[in-house]
């Protein structure tokens, strides 16, 4: 693995007196598939938004370095631009600015270009047939009265149009019926397929990973990665849980 | 219209701020303060009929007899003694050719888009400038129709519509209605008188732009509209000031009159700049199956008391309400508005949204009255607050008064704080902080902004992204 698009280094982050990432270490390489594994509060979602600079989490210690530049104390918005991508878990409802404002706005913040709607519509027709996605749908309010599924399509439409080096999917298949599930990972297919882009898959199930070549994969319990692998260690997560590696924690405590 | 809804381009901060210096001297301005000499000086420059005359000392008589009110923002920092009741350039004729009015009165509203907006839009246009209207126009097409829009003094002079001016003239806001009521009535100048006569209707909007540019003045124009049985109208006023360290006081007064089966849209856009006191009186009465729409976006001023009111008069009247308003750093922002429930199966809906940033106050006040004779009526109120920040404030004041069993109401309000993982969420997709936030609280004011004309929209969408960006410092 070469690690040089993303590099986290011994990070520690949490919030007021309560550490929750204890020294995280991790490195994805350019156009790589990894998954990272872990119980309820592990701090996969935290691990993910403090890659993306959330305000809400304080780096006490360590690096992120992105295309090997330090971003450790960017805000969300130049991160972003660096070419990251978070899927959030629960996509944020804005009434009053619809799907199609949003991603306008969007990308025309990412790449500093004014975008005509017609020029948006046309960068956004093949997307929206390769996710089912009626145009109706581009006039709602953001998120707002969207089913799970719904939310989650319209996630990945702005992966497919904002087109990052990586994108963080943060269980992007919870809550999801099969359908849906095929529809997203098809999305995820397509980026792959179109610009190459590397992903950090969270999940608790493989239904989404049947669709992705995966690289390596990653196993974190309170605050640490305990265990890396490849694809296999997905197979062993999901037939033996996290018991051994919770025993392992608390072995490590006593 | 979607698209550029949210769309927000970068403006000009400068673009209501500039003065027109050269201006200034050009003016002829009335003595400061209020005298019985001063007011009959005003009739004289007007040469008033005698019914105004004496309306405007009777006026005069009863402001003097009114306290201010005591239970609002103060406005101790209002000083009637320091205020010019009456300001007008030297060259004051009323204008139907746009080339005609004097150059630096045309810079300034060139400046500010009109009369460009005509050309592109609207049916009519007025423009006033300190005391006087300088431009009036409407498209013949509209005027064949028979439909008046002209400035209510020139109106008022016309044997065709002195009698219905007499008839209409302060009785919906009589001047003992308040104290800066009865100051309305003794010095009110300049305005608009529209007449939408028996079922027509006007499809494109008509529209009246005020500008006050004098320093320490005062406007006071009077806006009265008759539309009749039947008839449709859709009329937009838009305010600005530039900004001086002394106060200038608004008082102006809207009466709007709405027969049966018809409908009156009014739309605001008011950017007052924040020396302003604005202190505002709206009403409509709408008869049997008349239909008032109130559109109003609140952003300037220092002290506002704005609280538009809808007298549902006839079986069936319906009285809509939708509204924004931004207080920010150093505004007091107090508005609402007052419905009054006088016929059976009458309708009012209010859809308000209060915003708040820096040391800004937002209080929204309603007022639903449902008369006993009013069976069968519904009201539902929403209104919505947003603080931006931990400084800002907002309060909610609702009153109902009901005095029948037979109605249907329903209030419902919701103070907030803009959430961080709003914030987070955009920042996520590239766009910076201010851009987060004014995207989301352009989103918040969509229940105005999707009833505005295109322009309009876009016009309030920079007024909040130059607030938003001045939050950012």
Redesign the interface.
């Known amino acids: 693995m070469t690690g040089n698009l993303l590099k986290v280094e011994g990070l520690h982050a949490g919030v007021e007196n309560k550490e929750i990432l204890r020294g995280v270490d991790l490195n994805i390489g350019a156009g790589e598939v990894h998954v990272l594994m872990g119980p309820n509060g592990s701090g996969k979602s935290t691990l993910a938004t403090t890659i993306m600079g959330d305000p809400r989490f304080e780096i006490t210690s360590g690096k992120i370095y992105f295309e090997g530049e330090d971003i450790t104390s960017l805000s969300t918005d130049k991160i972003a631009k660096k070419g990251l991508f978070y899927s959030f878990q629960n996509p944020i409802e804005v009434p009053g600015v619809t799907l199609r404002n949003f991603i306008r706005g969007t990308m025309e913040a990412v790449t500093g270009k004014r975008v005509t709607p017609f020029k948006l519509m046309k960068m956004l027709k093949e997307p929206m047939e390769v996710l089912g996605i009626d145009e109706a749908y581009l006039d709602r309010d953001l998120n707002v009265g969207f089913s799970g599924g719904e939310k989650k399509k319209a996630e990945i439409l702005q992966l497919l149009m904002l087109e990052p080096k990586l994108a963080i999917l943060d269980e992007t298949d919870s809550g999801l019926d099969v359908d849906a599930v095929q529809v997203v990972s098809k999305g995820i297919r397509e980026y792959r397929n179109k610009v190459n882009g590397a992903i950090i898959v969270i999940t608790h199930n493989t239904k989404i990973l049947s669709a992705l070549e995966v690289d390596a994969a990653h196993v974190i319990v309170d605050g640490n990665i305990v265990d890396n692998g490849d694809a296999s260690l997905v197979e062993k997560v999901n037939s033996q849980g996290f018991e051994t590696y919770l025993n392992m924690e608390k072995g490590k405590d006593l | 219209m979607?698209?550029?809804?949210?769309?927000i381009a970068d403006i000009d901060r400068t673009l209501y701020d500039f003065r027109n210096e050269e201006n200034e001297s050009n003016t002829y301005r009335l003595d400061e303060g209020l005298t019985p000499q001063i007011v009959e000086q005003i009739s004289k420059e007007k040469n008033d009929p005698d019914w105004m005359r004496e309306f405007r000392q009777k006026s005069l008589k009863i402001y003097n007899e009114i306290d201010v009110p005591n239970w609002g923002p103060s406005i101790d920092g209002l000083d009637i003694e320091h205020i010019a009741t009456y300001v007008k350039p030297k060259d004051n004729k009323m204008h139907a050719d746009w080339d005609d009015v004097p150059e630096e009165i045309k810079d300034t509203f060139d400046r500010l888009g009109i009369p460009e907006a005509e050309r592109e839009s609207l049916a009519g246009v007025g423009a006033q400038y300190d005391s006087e209207l300088v431009y009036h126009n409407v498209q013949k097409g509209v005027a064949d129709l028979g439909v008046v829009y002209s400035d209510l003094e020139s109106a008022m002079h016309k044997e065709e519509y002195s009698d219905m001016i007499k008839e209409h003239f302060m009785k919906l806001v009589p001047p003992t209605d308040h104290k800066f009521a009865a100051l309305h009535g003794a010095v009110w100048s300049g305005g608009s008188f529209v007449y939408v006569p028996k079922g027509v209707s006007v499809t494109i909007p008509l529209q009246s732009y005020f500008r006050l540019n004098a320093p320490g003045a005062g406007q006071f124009e009077h806006t009265l509209i008759i539309v009749e049985e039947g008839a449709y109208l859709h009329f937009i006023e838009g305010c600005s000031a530039p900004k001086y360290n002394v106060a200038n006081l608004h008082a102006g007064c809207v009466e709007l009159y709405v027969g049966k089966n018809a409908t009156l849209r009014y739309s605001t856009i008011e950017n007052w700049s924040k020396n302003m006191y604005n202190l505002n009186t709206k009403r409509a009465i709408c008869e049997e199956g008349g239909k008032i729409e109130w559109i109003s976006g609140s952003f300037g001023s220092h002290i506002s008391y704005l609280y538009p009111m809808s007298i549902l008069n006839g079986d069936g009247a319906r009285s809509e309400f939708t509204s924004v308003t931004f207080a920010g750093n150093g505004q007091n922002l107090d508005t609402g508005c007052k419905v009054v429930h006088n016929a059976p199966r009458t309708t009012s809906y209010i859809n308000t949204r209060s915003i708040s940033k820096g040391n800004g106050i937002s209080t929204f006040r309603s007022a639903v009255v449902v008369n006993s004779n009013a069976k069968g009526s519904k009201s539902a109120v929403s209104c919505q607050s947003l603080m931006l920040d931990k400084e800002s404030r907002s309060d909610t004041i609702p009153a109902m008064d009901i005095r029948t069993d037979d109605a249907d109401i329903g209030h419902e309000a919701k103070i907030g704080r803009i959430?961080?993982?709003?914030v987070?969420?955009?920042?996520?997709?590239?766009?910076?902080?201010e851009?987060?936030k004014a995207?989301?609280v352009?989103?918040?004011?969509?229940?105005v902004?999707k009833e505005l004309p295109l322009e309009y929209a876009v016009e309030m969408n920079n007024l909040i992204r130059v607030e938003m960006v001045g939050a950012m410092g």
Do not use: C, H, T, V
């Open positions: 979607a698209q550029e809804k949210a769309k959430s961080d993982e709003a987070f969420y955009l920042m996520s997709r590239g766009m910076s902080e851009e987060a995207l989301i352009s989103g918040f004011a969509d229940n902004g």
